[in-house]
């Protein structure tokens, strides 16, 4: 679990961090800006059905983003390919998710965001309080921007390894041009934490759609108007800026949109300059402990980037079509889907009930919302980490069919390498969770530590190997670092909680374990036969959709006869949404 997502954002397009040594799905949630029982949406009931509807209903937004995501990181990788260009893009733009994640894991996501949402119990609905913290957010952004955009050539050496001076001048060029995302990115979480103050949820979780709508659509011209994989010497200044000011305009649009319900929501933003009574003073052990976490995840990202960036650059040198960090960050995109849409909603109805219970001293109820968040959360990571082995070449290739072969191939093994650390990348956010709910932060930054101390000896290790086993060595890595993180969660876990029914978790595994295995064997024999029947570019995505299909079918079926009851707990609210969204006859 080397890795971290843009906070807040349920799907953004900005580039994922990959790893070094990540908070598993993004900055820790502090328990002082978790959601209070009487305006979350999360279910205040226990079964697990209950939990699954309101899992299936967050989902909604982040599925409608998270498709549009993958069409753009398809289309971007059509763009500027897997080799030295490619990265070159991909150390740019994720460089404002590495500077926001650190403001949004200390200052706005620990301090403004709870302060925004208690500011709304006051008399005047927290008007004159929000304008005066917005005015000091908004500033305080917009200097960091500055800053960050002034250091980007110095930002990108520090994020990359051996590369020339032509790839680190396309880099810095790209960079200057995607920083105003930090500002956009901020902007955004701090209208969105505004409207939900103000009970207003849909267009916060939906304004990533027009992100991803925004930078697909500069894609496309760029597709049609310039060559497509350019090394990185062809680069011209028009090619540069339609690539990275989409990118960005995109961010913007996602953070600006967002002004047109605040006004119909009755909301006036007056700048005040002061500052006192903003909140900052009363930033807690918990906000400095979650803010250390996010640090230890920034530097140990520093090596990992150095890592994959030495990889693409000898690879470069040597001819060989070798996957670096571009290749690593569209296999992280498919490792966090299952994450991202199943386990990330799931936990955070859980989070409210683990949070509610551990105010009451009721270990049992926390126990078991652990217990039944390992349970449901396991019916899509398990079968996910096998079909990754099963489908993962021709879900790559059928993703980015603008690559050449041996780029998707390289970007199958590496997410191959992550997708084994995926059952406790999950784990360990829902037990992160469990020690937030008791406004614990110091052990979630102790489980970090050991991630980040995992995933660096992994990375270094990883420069052992041939070149072209770099990345796939630094996705192992990961999922190394995943395992030690969950299995050391567990023993405190456990001991804070007098106990954990791990028995009953571990048959539950065991049998989609078993489903798993026999739908993969089922979908390999489709996928041989249809190997003798279909060619050229066709076989990828009719393997995909048939091998899938068969998969998935199988799966449940086997599921059922073993008796694991958490698959129609987890897919009954998903096809009840579907049958009413269906016409009546």
Sequence with gaps: MTEFINTGSPGSPGSPIPPGSPIPGGSPLPPASRPSPETSSAPQGTPEASLARSTAGMASGVIASRVLGVVRASMTLAVVGTLLSGDAWDVANTLPNIIYILLAGGVINAVLVPQITRAASHADGGREYVDRLLTLAITSLAVVTVVCTLGAGLLVRLYSSTWTPDVRSLSTAFALICMPQIFFYGLYVLLGNVLNARSHFAAYMWSPVLANIVAIGGMAFFLAEYPHQAPVTSWTSPMIWVLAGSATAGIAAQACVLAVPLWRSGFRFTPRWGFRGVGLRTASRVALWTFAAVGVTTAGFVLTSKVLTYAGQAGSLAGLDVPGKISYSNAFLIFMLPHSLVTVTLVTALFTRMSKAADAGDLGAVRADVDRGMRLTAVATVPTTVGAFVLGFAATATIFPGNNAAGTRGIATVMMAMMVGLVPFGILFLLQRAFYAFEDAKT???????????????????????????????????????????????????????????????????????????????????????ARIVEGKLYSPVSLVAGGLIFAGIYVVVARRLHVHEIDDLTGPVLERVRRALPKR
């Design 444 to 530: 979630p930054f102790r489980l970090q530590v050991v991630v980040t101390i995992v995933a660096t000896f992994a990375n270094l290790a990883s420069l052992l190997l041939p070149l072209r086993w770099i990345a796939v060595g630094v996705g192992a890595g990961q999922a190394l670092s995943n395992l030690a993180g969950m299995a050391i969660g567990l023993v405190l876990v456990r001991g804070r909680l007098n106990g954990l029914p791990l028995g009953d978790v571990t048959r539950t595994y065991v049998r989609l374990g078993a489903a798993s295995l026999v739908a993969g064997v089922a979908a390999l024999v489709v996928q041989f036969g249809l």
